[in-house]
């Protein structure tokens, strides 16, 4: 009796998982960031072969960066702020599909693939889940997380100590080793953003989230096209 107890409760745990979180590919809810901030620039990763994996990811059909339209208001909130200052922002990543999630974890389970090991030069591809830096379910499929950094007004670079998706502690916000002009600029760009109502993470200094998204509990999978 006990067993079928214990069974019982692992099924209606499991069942209560699965309803918790759902699959869309309702778009309609959605916005390209170029239509609202007009002078964003945008260095779509995943639509190329520049990142971690070395190939382009299932689901990015076009170098386009979409988000919620409650986290595009939010985000153009933060590029007033940010122009005023004289800088404009960079994309690398906002809405992601999940099937771009799930090509993460088919890359991370074939050993024979070691793709791009300039983004995690210090650890073994197996490290890239068991640190976090790689999920099976990632708030960007939420639609309302955008990965960024800022340039100058005439594009040029804005040193912050570290790139996009470099997995190692040098990406943390706090990284100790920063010059006083990169933890400056770490702090423009986090104040920035969580004076529009984002926040960030421990591991990634370019990575928000919208504090209220508007979806906490779906993942969406329409390509970005």
């Known amino acids: 009796m006990k067993r079928l107890f214990l069974i019982g409760l692992v099924l209606f745990s499991f069942i209560q998982s699965?309803?918790?979180s759902q699959i869309s590919y309702d778009k309609s809810d959605f916005a390209p960031i170029y239509s609202v901030i007009d002078d964003a620039s945008f260095d779509i990763r995943y639509y190329s072969s520049n990142n971690f994996t070395g190939n382009k990811i299932n689901g990015y059909k076009a170098p386009i960066a979409y988000m919620t339209k409650q986290s595009l208001q939010a985000l153009s909130i933060a590029?007033?702020?940010l122009r005023k200052q004289g800088y404009r922002l960079l994309i690398w990543?906002?809405?992601r599909p999940q099937k771009a999630v799930n090509n993460f974890v088919e890359w991370i389970n074939n050993p024979k693939d070691e793709g791009d090991k300039s983004f995690y030069?210090?650890?073994k591809k197996s490290n890239l889940i068991?640190?976090?830096y790689i999920a099976e379910k990632s708030g960007h499929t939420?639609?309302?997380t955008v990965d960024l950094t800022l340039i100058k007004k005439d594009g040029s670079f804005v040193d912050m100590g570290g790139t996009f998706d470099l997995f190692s502690e040098i990406s943390h916000p706090d990284y100790k080793k920063l010059t006083k002009e990169q933890?400056?600029?770490r702090k423009i760009l986090h104040d920035a953003m969580?004076?529009?109502g984002f926040k960030g993470i421990d591991s990634e200094w370019w990575h928000y989230t919208l504090e209220n998204e508007p979806y906490p509990d779906t993942y969406f999978d329409f390509d970005v096209e």
């Open 194 to 196: 969580i004076k529009a």
């Open 18 to 20: 699965t309803q918790a």
């Open 130 to 132: 068991e640190g976090n």
């Open 121 to 123: 030069p210090k650890l």
């Open 93 to 95: 990543d906002s809405y």
């Open 142 to 144: 939420r639609g309302s």
């Open 79 to 81: 590029a007033n702020d």
């Open 183 to 185: 933890k400056r600029n």
